[in-house]
T-cell receptor, first 115, second 111 residues
Framework: GAVVSQHPSWVICKSGTSVKIECRSLDFQATTMFWYRQFPKQSLMLMATSNEGSKATYEQGVEKDKFLINHASLTLSTLTVTSAHPEDSSFYIC???????????FGQGTRLTVV | KQEVTQIPAALSVPEGENLVLNCSFTDSAIYNLQWFRQDPGKGLTSLLLIQSSQREQTSGRLNASLDKSSGRSTLYIAASQPGDSATYLCAVGTGGFKTIFGAGTRLFVKA
């Protein structure tokens, strides 16, 4: 299957700083990428959908000014957690599709710990 | 709004048992359905993908079925092994490209 690479796999940052997570589709052009968040022992919650070259669409309750998403090319999307706080500590996973009815391919996830 | 429910939430079985995990979704207008496995603290491993026009998919000891009209899918695991212990997630592909997840079933297979 297609490969989606997410970096870093884990990061620890101080409260108040910003953290950027990258998501790359290595062998296909991803028209659309998605960002999910997963708290311990809970399922994946969709945060936002990003299409290349346009603004991301955020799910209800997700602060767009706190979670900045950029999808500058067909192979790269970034999620920046701004002014991170301990409650932002979570597992963040990206996924990518090249078409509506194709399989969703997922990155390995990034574990963010804010101290 | 699409909602995905998985039953049971947790399951503990002895090694060798055949088992069935259930997934239901509220909106039958789906493009596909995927089953994933997630080990503790890890990312997702895709197990099976069923397109909306298909009824089932098989991979080794795994068989997934899809009844779109009734909004249900099942994942059948044959001859379970301790290595099958993980959380199994059902996810539906909806209009607008979104993939919506269920809460998962935590499976523990006892040796």
């Amino acid at each position: 299957g297609a490969v989606v690479s997410q970096h870093p796999s884990w990061v620890i940052c101080k409260s108040g700083t910003s953290v950027k997570i990258e998501c790359r589709s290595l062998d296909f052009q991803a028209t659309t990428m998605f960002w999910y968040r997963q708290f311990p022992k809970q399922s994946l919650m969709l945060m936002a959908t990003s299409n290349e070259g346009s603004k991301a669409t955020y799910e209800q309750g997700v602060e767009k000014d706190k979670f900045l998403i950029n999808h500058a090319s067909l192979t790269l999307s970034t999620l920046t957690v701004t002014s991170a706080h301990p409650e932002d500590s979570s597992f963040y996973i990206c996924s990518a599709k090249w078409d509506r009815d194709t399989e969703a391919f997922f990155g390995q996830g990034t574990r963010l710990t804010v101290v | 709004k699409q909602e995905v429910t998985q039953i049971p939430a947790a399951l503990s079985v002895p090694e060798g048992e055949n088992l069935v995990l259930n997934c239901s979704f509220t909106d039958s207008a789906i493009y596909n359905l995927q089953w994933f496995r997630q080990d503790p603290g890890k990312g997702l491993t895709s197990l099976l993908l069923i397109q909306s026009s298909q009824r089932e998919q098989t991979s080794g000891r795994l068989n997934a079925s899809l009844d779109k009209s009734s909004g249900r899918s099942t994942l059948y695991i044959a001859a379970s092994q301790p290595g099958d212990s993980a959380t199994y997630l059902c996810a539906v592909g909806t209009g607008g490209f979104k993939t919506i997840f269920g809460a998962g079933t935590r499976l523990f297979v006892k040796a």
